[in-house]
């Protein structure tokens, strides 16, 4: 596959689960080779998302495709290619994790247990042990394996770090890594924005059923707002210039200056400069400030 | 997906089958020693046990050859264990895909390059399974206790637990169906226990009240108890056994 192919493609796809739940008028694009990052609260349509592209649920409107198949008319065979992690966890009786494994390989006609090893091994998962009688860290392992023992050329990953402990939530990373160095793609949600921002290519922030931020992380920094705290010996700005220069939330004190800045700080250096700084402190927000900046919007 | 569905159920199969054995064997012995030793003979017995058996008729119906050891025991145990087989059998339906749908397993199951309607039918192929081999299991046990009473009749054990099977699988269809319409396997076992429990006493009061008779013919129960071969002198009928699997196929065919 040539990279930077469109691998998933939403176009005003919607669930409409009524009482302004579900997910709604969701265009998103994600590429080849690219990890995507859906990042929301509790209930903002991000599984509801993911379900839609595996055809789990029937959208209200609107249309998804991968690999430039829709969703709904080539289930099927798209299904073959996905490795899809689901956000809840499987509730098999009476069996063990290996056995589930087998079923589901043997689900999609795959003889090769080979792979199925190689990463339950990775993932420390023991195959022997029956599934009810596992943490809920063990169980979601279970369901990471299922996602990635057909080889998968996309995953689909829902909360996938829940659960893990740090070890291997670190070795889950690494498999992330490792699925995009052999050209594949990956489109993962989490409430672990951490997470987020250590493996993902792009990120889609999305809150009330829409994606309300997009981009490379890149792009999200650079529309993030700069905390910048001025000390000054002597003369310092006023409020009016700081403004003027495009700062926000302009706080003046007897030698400093607090204020924010959304974008290019240039303007605001520039002014800076014609005064004698003795300290500057500028800082970023995290990804979790602008996670919750968007939410409490 | 078969055998993992089967191996699902071999805990409920493996309960149904020792558990319907050691019923019906102590209670053949028991019958058997009655029959024997009762005053008068078996006949003076049946006629002396009627009344009890008319004012419990809404517990268990039909009643007929009391006289001997298989029609007791079609009376005594097997009008029970039809009723207890068809609200298996509903509970089963009710739950087929509610339950997994409730569990997140469909999820699990449809990413694995399978269809909603496989999975459908694969489980209820897998529950039919088991309901036959719980019938048929429990056909042999009643013919292990006929015979270790005296009162072999292998075969007729056997087709009389094969027609409550079949007879009852619409009822299997009937708890899919109402899954469909109420909001959990819960609410949908619920529902469709109480419909089975009405259409069972509904059967069995019928005959008593005229203008109730027209709606046995709403009762798989009805259609189970026209093939009794374990009594001795009643025979089967194919037909109904052929029109509920029709009906049930026809159910199953409306999720």
Excluded at chain 2, 107 to 126: D, M, N, Q, W
Aim: some cysteine; proline content about 3%; glycine content about 8%.
């Amino acid at each position: 596959m040539k990279q930077q192919e469109v691998v998933i493609r939403c176009e005003k796809l919607s669930k409409d689960y009524g009482s302004n739940n579900g997910l709604f008028d969701c265009n998103l694009t994600v590429k080849s080779g690219e990890v995507f990052g859906l990042i929301g609260p509790n209930g903002a349509g991000k599984s509801t998302l993911l379900k839609l592209l595996m055809d789990s649920i029937k959208p209200s409107s609107g249309s998804a495709e991968i690999f430039e198949l829709d969703t709904q008319q080539h289930s099927l065979e798209l299904k073959a290619r996905i490795g899809y992690l689901p956000g809840e966890l499987m509730d098999f009786p009476s069996v063990t994790a290996g056995y589930i494994l087998n079923l589901l390989l043997n689900l999609r006609g795959i003889e090769d247990r080979e792979r199925l090893k190689i990463i339950s091994n990775r993932l420390q998962l023991d195959l022997n042990r029956k599934y009810q009688e596992l943490s809920h860290g063990n169980k979601q392992k279970v369901g990471l394996v299922q996602a990635f023992m057909h080889n998968p050329e996309l995953l689909i990953l829902d909360e996938p770090t829940i659960g893990l402990d740090p070890v291997i939530q670190r070795e889950l990373r690494t498999m992330v890594q490792e699925a995009v160095q052999e050209g594949k793609t990956v489109l993962l949600s989490s409430h672990v924005l951490s997470d987020v921002e250590s493996v993902c290519s792009r990120i889609g922030l999305i809150i009330g059923g829409r994606i309300v931020r997009e981009g490379t992380l890149a792009e999200l920094r650079s529309e993030r707002i700069h905390k910048i705290t001025a000390s000054f010996i002597g003369k310092k700005p006023t409020s009016t210039q700081l403004i003027t220069s495009g700062a926000t939330e302009v706080v003046v004190t007897k030698d400093s200056v607090y204020f924010e800045s959304n974008g290019s700080i240039n303007e605001i250096l520039q002014l800076l400069s014609h005064f004698q700084v003795s300290e500057l402190d500028s800082r970023e927000l995290s990804l979790e400030e602008v996670f919750f900046s968007e939410v409490n919007r | 997906m078969f055998a993992a569905a089967i191996r699902e159920r071999r805990a409920t199969i493996a309960a149904w089958l020792i558990g319907g054995t050691l019923a019906m064997y102590f209670e053949a012995l028991a019958i058997a020693a009655e029959l024997r030793d009762f005053p008068g003979g078996p006949e003076v017995l049946a006629k002396s046990i009627m009344p009890t058996i008319e004012a419990m008729r809404i517990i268990r119906w039909p009643a007929d050859r009391l006289d001997t050891l298989g029609g007791y025991l079609a009376y005594h145990n097997i009008t029970l264990f039809n009723y207890f087989l068809a609200l298996y059998a509903a509970l089963q339906g009710a739950r087929l895909i509610r339950r997994l749908e409730e569990t997140g397993d469909i999820e699990f199951y449809l990413s694995a390059k399978t269809t909603r309607a496989k999975l459908l039918t694969v489980r209820s192929i897998a529950d039919f399974a088991a309901q036959m081999a719980i019938s048929l299991g429990l056909g042999l046990a009643t013919a292990f206790a006929l015979q270790s009473s005296g009162e072999a009749n292998t075969s007729g054990a056997i087709i009389t637990f094969l027609a409550i099977g079949i007879c009852i699988s619409p009822v299997f269809g009937l708890g899919l169906l109402i899954s469909q319409f109420v909001k959990n396997s819960r609410t949908a076992a619920g529902a469709t226990t109480i419909i089975v429990t009405i259409l069972y006493v509904l059967n069995n009061i019928a005959e008593k009240y005229s203008w109730l008779e027209p709606i046995k013919y709403l009762s798989p129960f009805y259609y189970a108890n026209l093939s009794r071969p374990v009594i001795p002198g009643f025979s089967s009928n194919y037909t109904s056994w052929i029109v509920m699997s029709l009906v049930g196929v026809t159910l199953f065919q409306k999720d």
